[in-house]
């Protein structure tokens, strides 16, 4: 006999059970083949069993439109969460200068806000996000408010963790122009496609910007897959 669960497989002391999450007691009499009663076994199993995912693991889908919008992931967890971003999203950075810090590197509703590392090489934004997991296929930056020759972006990379201590680069720039200008908008398909879902995404600059400086600098960023 038993409590809770569905029984469907005994084969001598091996038993089964259908049922969703939770805890289960077992009360089961075992018998000889004279149908003497040999042994009690009586156990409480913690059991955990795949189910219909909840909203948080739900899949959603996001895809670049050829506008000018800026609709994918990022942007959905900043209108789910009544713009209240960094109830989705930690943001953090090697550095940042006064009055621009990282969270203004999503600053869907203002661009003249934005976030800006200090002069300093390899520096680095990144995005964890708390309940969820990405996989990435193109990413969307968009400029702050300098004009052309500014400290844009000019050479980096796109690089993911699960755990934030081993980082894998899925994208590289080189020498591009795409952002060299004030509030430019471009979308990049990220040329390594994989389908690890990474809880922390970072951009870090490679190399000199369009003022030859070190600076990070960007008005918004999104991603989408």
Not at 19 to 36: F, M, N, S, V
Not at 53 to 60: F, G, L, R
Not at 113 to 125: D, G, R, V
Request: hydrophobic residues 25%; neutral net charge; glycine residues 6%.
């Amino acid at each position: 006999s038993y409590e809770g669960g569905i029984l469907i497989e005994n084969s001598s002391q091996t038993f089964e059970f259908k049922k969703e999450t939770g805890i289960y007691y077992i009360h089961a009499i075992l018998y000889d083949k004279y149908g003497q009663s040999k042994q009690i076994i009586s156990k409480s199993l913690n059991v955990t069993t795949p189910s219909s995912k909840t909203e948080n693991q739900s899949t959603k889908t996001f895809s670049p439109t050829n506008d000018k919008s800026i609709c994918g992931i990022i942007n959905f967890l900043y209108q789910k969460s009544n713009k209240n971003i960094e109830n989705e999203i930690n943001i953090t950075a090697s550095s940042y200068s006064t009055g621009n810090e990282p969270r203004y590197s999503l600053s869907f509703d203002d661009l003249n806000k934005f976030h800006c590392s200090k002069n300093t090489p390899n520096s680095w934004i990144c995005y964890e996000f708390k309940n969820h997991r990405i996989i990435p296929t193109h990413y969307t930056i968009r400029t702050m408010c300098g004009g052309s020759n500014a400290g844009h972006l000019r050479n980096w990379v796109i690089e993911c963790s699960t755990d934030n201590n081993s980082w894998e680069t899925i994208d590289e720039e080189v020498n591009n122009s795409s952002l060299n200008g004030k509030n430019y908008v471009h979308t990049f398909k990220i040329n390594k496609q994989i389908s690890t879902e990474f809880r922390y995404i970072r951009i870090r600059s490679t190399g000199k910007d369009w003022c030859n400086s070190n600076w990070l600098t960007l008005n918004l960023f999104e991603i989408y897959g």
